[in-house]
């Protein structure tokens, strides 16, 4: 960003990491070097992210769609994020940024659930930035707990009585206490949002792009926050 450059920027940032595997395929290389590499990638945009300013970012990392992919990919995926949650730890200290992992991780292994404890409770007191890592999750998923979760309160007494608001409801999904994300971006070329966030994202700005995961850094998202500058500047007092 130059110094004459002022964007709008979002205050909550969601992106759905796409492409990895046609990344790799396209190098003539296999799906999980693309997935290394899209791992790499997620570690540096972090800090090009918190740098910028943007005090939110909630990413798409494994969907409950996502256990249908072959047993060794899955394998790999969950070992890569066994390794990045401790390097995330150690980013989370030095940046004073708070980690949650949204998506249900009773279906994960006992010891990454153990890593993503550990990384919670490590950071839950930091507030500089705050970023969600959505594993295991899905929209759908998330709404059904989310209403088991209030209907057990209900039976229990705890609900208030009358009619249950957007804000009673909030308080039972993963997201609760993060505000709503202002711009999604999605890259390599699918336009769906794929059960991502599907009650949060009511109002989000979207934006998609050809380009794969692996291959977006700093230039890519500037290009995504100007489009959505733009798009604020045209429409900004119509939400
Ligand atoms: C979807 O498509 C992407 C994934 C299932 C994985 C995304 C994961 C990462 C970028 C790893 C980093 C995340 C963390 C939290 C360490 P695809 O990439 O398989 O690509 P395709 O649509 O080309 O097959």
Do not use: C, H, M, V
């Given at each position: 960003m130059n110094m004459e450059e002022k964007l709008i920027l979002p205050n909550h940032l969601a992106i759905i990491l796409d492409g990895n595997g046609r990344w790799a395929k396209k190098r003539g290389m296999p799906r999980s070097y693309g997935h290394i590499v899209g791992t790499d990638n997620l570690e540096k945009m972090c800090d090009v992210i918190s740098d910028m300013g943007i005090k939110y970012l909630t990413v798409y990392a494994f969907s409950t769609e996502n256990w249908k992919r072959a047993q060794d990919e899955v394998a790999l995926l969950m070992n890569l994020f066994r390794k990045y949650l401790r390097r995330c730890e150690k980013k989370a200290i030095r940046n004073h940024m708070r980690v949650r992992i949204i998506g249900?991780?009773?279906?994960?292994?006992p010891d990454l659930q153990d890593e993503i404890r550990e990384v919670e409770e490590v950071s839950?007191?930091?507030?500089r930035m705050f970023f969600q890592i959505a594993i295991n999750y899905g929209g759908r998923d998330e709404i059904e707990r989310a209403v088991t979760k209030l209907a057990d309160d209900a039976r229990k007494g705890v609900l208030p009585e009358g009619r249950v608001t957007g804000e009673i409801f909030e308080?039972?999904?993963?997201?609760?206490?993060i505000p709503d994300p202002d711009l999604m971006i999605r890259t390599s070329?699918?336009?769906?949002?794929?059960?991502?966030?599907l009650w949060q994202m009511a109002y989000t700005e979207y934006y998609f792009t050809d380009v794969a995961w692996p291959d977006f850094h700093k230039e890519e998202l500037l290009e995504a926050i100007r489009e959505y500058d733009r798009r604020n500047r045209r429409f900004g007092d119509a939400k």
């Open positions: 249900d991780p009773s279906a994960l292994a839950k007191d930091y507030d308080r039972y999904l993963d997201t609760a206490g070329g699918e336009q769906r949002i794929s059960n991502f966030l």
